[in-house]
């Protein structure tokens, strides 16, 4: 660009314009304007560049006005569907699948679930493991879908909310420790059968204690005394027939000493009593502790 200067004059004046002694150039020229140029170009290819890989991402994760994916933003919350893969811990208030399909939590080590309080501290914790599944509480409650408690564990005991409790395993149920239930019973045409290996078998109740077979006979074996006891009431055996086929007949030796056997004796009242036994009956001879 060139810089000139004007003056003016009056008319009928005549002066001499001054030569231009000096030229201004503004402006960028040579290797500098070469550069500019350049570099406007390299900012329209690095605009066009990610302009591209923005429309390629939006794309490639099917990005829309209400959400990203498989990923939906409703007015509930997220809605995910089909699988999903997260790499990190995912806090949420509540899971839960569609109406008409389940709900599948699926890793190659385990799944945690944790629970925390207002602290952060982890209050209660679901460990499912490829060979154990740990849960961590002071209490864990399963519920039926009315509400009602179905199994209740905690640190004192063990609650089984249902009307029966079925063991199907062939060697039954082990109990280390005493069973507190108000009845023992069989599935249709299978066997009950209560047994102690190594130690005894007692069955304690304030009111009696009840066993029956309807269909069957009912059968008491040990391997060393088997003591029928009540504190306070009376023994009852009824049946057409009490049979003892193993007792023992005594006879007397030529000193008239029992060889240190018994006799049972039936008062009529029913109560049992034990009598030397003779060569026949001595019932007759302690009649008097019937009275």
Request: net charge neutral; with cysteine; hydrophobic share 35%.
């Amino acid at each position: 660009m060139v810089r000139e200067q004007y003056m003016t004059t009056t008319p009928g004046t005549s002066l001499e314009r001054p030569k231009n002694e000096y030229v201004y150039k503004i402006g960028i020229y040579g290797w500098r304007k070469r550069c500019l140029y350049l570099f406007v170009l390299l900012l329209l290819i690095i605009l066009v560049v990610n302009f591209s890989l923005t429309i390629w991402i939006l794309k490639v994760m099917w990005f829309s006005p209400t959400g990203m994916g498989h990923l939906r933003v409703t007015k509930e919350g997220l809605r995910l569907e089909g699988e999903s893969e997260f790499l990190f811990p995912l806090y949420a208030k509540e899971i839960h699948s569609r109406v008409d399909s389940s709900l599948l939590l699926q890793s190659t080590h385990n799944v945690t679930v944790n629970a925390r309080n207002s602290n952060g501290e982890v209050t209660g914790r679901l460990n499912v493991g490829p060979k154990m599944v740990e849960f961590h509480s002071q209490q864990f409650q399963i519920n039926s879908k009315d509400g009602k408690p179905l199994f209740t564990v905690d640190e004192n005991e063990v609650v089984i909310g249902t009307d029966k409790l079925r063991v199907t395993g062939p060697e039954g149920a082990l109990f280390e420790h005493s069973v507190e239930t108000p009845l023992v019973k069989a599935e249709a045409f299978k066997q009950l059968r209560l047994e102690s290996p190594t130690r005894s078998l007692s069955m304690d109740a304030p009111r009696g204690i009840n066993i029956k077979a309807q269909a069957g006979n009912i059968e008491a074996l040990s391997q060393m005394d088997i003591k029928l006891h009540s504190s306070d009431g009376v023994l009852l055996l009824d049946a057409e027939t009490v049979r003892l086929p193993k007792l023992p007949e005594g006879t007397r030796g030529g000193s008239g000493i029992s060889q240190g056997l018994y006799e049972i004796c039936v008062c009529p009242d029913g109560k049992l009593y034990l009598s030397v036994a003779g060569v026949g009956s001595t019932c007759q001879e302690y009649s008097r502790v019937c009275q």
